[in-house]
């Protein structure tokens, strides 16, 4: 009878993810190994109710095999997700946060890699970050959700090459005619005049002046950054013209513009977010493979509170089974580096992006996926996701009280409640050339 080995742990029995199958044969006959035989497969099917049976039973009437192992373990990366389904191997992706480049949900046609059996496509280069210059006719955006504090916004880029998985942003590039996969990390649009844009309308009669938030869309400090200086100049206009300013960033770059910022906060017209979503490195970089690290932003806290420049902390996203038992921690460590405020949002899964996270799961996380999107489907009254006003940035049901509840307790015990008012009395409306001067 063939010995059975199986390479697998308690922690994978039962899971409906993707699994990596390996089985090898050694056929002897009178104690002389006559053949040797391995095949693997990629199954999405329990390995252990669905399919090790039936190996079994094939082979077992077979006296003449000696050896038979069967090995179950989570696929590599290069195996994540098949070409088939808009997969791109590992070794082309490095760095990137989504799996796959499936076509925008406008797109009348799906188009993806496909073998020619030659193994072409492993010859495919590495992909490249790729940033077109466009100019921008305006770039304050206003809103009027009821979910969000502040009316208006400015973006410097499109796309972020940060590349976090679950970035709500990722659908806006379908209406570019872009995959908003792998082409929302690698395929960024960079307002260059995006200073004198901000310039001409700050100046426009009648404007009133209320907090800008930037960095709500895309982030401003991403990697780009540190060569178009985009956000700098920005900074420099909002400066000039005294007008408050609130900045959301998962990266340790805004430290570059501390003289800046420093120099507002002074004022009262500026304060600082950094999003921390894990203190776990390894899980940060797999969610978020550009950002900077959870330590380097909790410095940048650090520095930027020790600097004069009101701080806080945004948990978002907060995931179910996945990181909302850090909620406390990072509150601590938050507290710990100076911050004066914190925040959450509950994960958000719109459009393409449901597709996008489950196939992260899938690929990094093959023991939790099916308890994540059990506890998402859990705050979202039964789905993966639920647009409802008033509802959509920090869910319902029982478990997501429960994660409003927790970081309501931590934020009141350490200190983190308090919301941080900017100035606008200070605003001075710039003078184009050729303006007329106020006779006032």
């Known amino acids: 009878m063939p010995s059975t080995t199986a390479g697998t742990s308690a922690d994978n029995v039962g899971t409906k993810s993707r699994w990596a199958l390996s089985v090898g044969i050694t056929t002897e006959i009178m104690g002389r190994t006559i053949a ?9 099917c329990d390995p252990i109710q669905h399919y ?24 590599t990366r290069e195996e994540s997700l098949p070409h088939e389904l808009g997969g791109i191997a590992y070794g082309r992706r490095h760095g990137r946060g989504a799996q796959s480049n ?3 949900r406008f797109e009348p046609r799906t188009y993806g890699p496909v073998d020619d059996g030659w193994e072409s496509l492993g010859d495919l280069d590495a992909l490249q970050t790729e940033v077109q ?39 806006t590039h379908a209406f570019l005619g872009m995959s908003p996969g792998i082409d929302f990390e690698t395929k960024l649009f960079a307002k260059t005049n995006a200073a004198q844009a901000l310039e001409r309308e700050l100046a426009a009669p009648g404007y009133e002046p209320r907090m800008i938030a930037i960095g709500s869309n895309t982030d401003p400090y991403q990697p780009v950054e540190r060569r178009y200086r985009i956000m700098r100049r920005v900074l420099e206009v909002l400066s000039e013209m005294n007008h408050p300013v609130g900045i959301v960033t998962k990266s340790a770059l805004v430290l570059r513009d501390l003289d800046i910022l420093q120099s507002m906060a002074e004022r009262g017209l500026v304060k600082v977010a950094l999003s921390v979503t894990t203190l776990d490195r390894k899980l940060a970089r797999a969610m978020e493979p550009r950002a900077s690290t959870p330590d380097k932003r909790l410095e940048a806290v650090e520095a930027l509170a020790d600097a004069g420049v009101p701080t806080s902390v945004m948990i978002a996203p907060v995931v179910p089974g996945l990181t909302d038992a850090e909620i406390e921690r990072i509150l601590e460590r938050a507290s710990a580096a100076g911050a004066c ?71 009141e015990r350490l200190g983190l409640d308090k919301p941080q008012k900017l100035r606008t009395d200070l ?14």
């Open 36 to 44: 040797a035989a391995e095949a693997s497969a990629i199954i999405t």
């Open 52 to 75: 090790m049976p039936h190996v079994l039973d094939l082979f077992q009437p077979w006296s003449y095999i000696a050896r038979m192992s069967v090995a179950i373990r989570k696929p």
């Open 102 to 104: 499936r076509s925008g």
């Open 133 to 171: 210059e466009v100019p921008a006719r305006r770039v304050i955006t206003k809103n009027e959700s009821p979910d969000i504090g502040f009316d208006r916004s400015i973006n410097p880029y499109r796309g972020c090459e940060h590349g976090c998985v679950y970035c709500f942003a990722r659908p």
């Open 341 to 411: 405020e914190a925040g959450y949002i509950l994960l958000r899964l719109p459009l393409e992006i449901g597709d996008l996270f489950v196939e992260w799961l899938g690929a990094n996380c093959p023991d939790r996926a099916d308890r994540v999107l059990s506890l998402m489907r859990q705050t979202r009254g039964g789905k993966l996701y639920d647009a409802q006003w008033q509802g959509r940035m920090e869910g319902d049901g029982p478990y997501a009280w429960m994660i409003g509840r927790r970081f309501q307790m931590a934020a």
């Open 427 to 440: 605003f001075t409306p710039p003078t184009l050339p050729g303006q007329q001067l106020s006779l006032l």
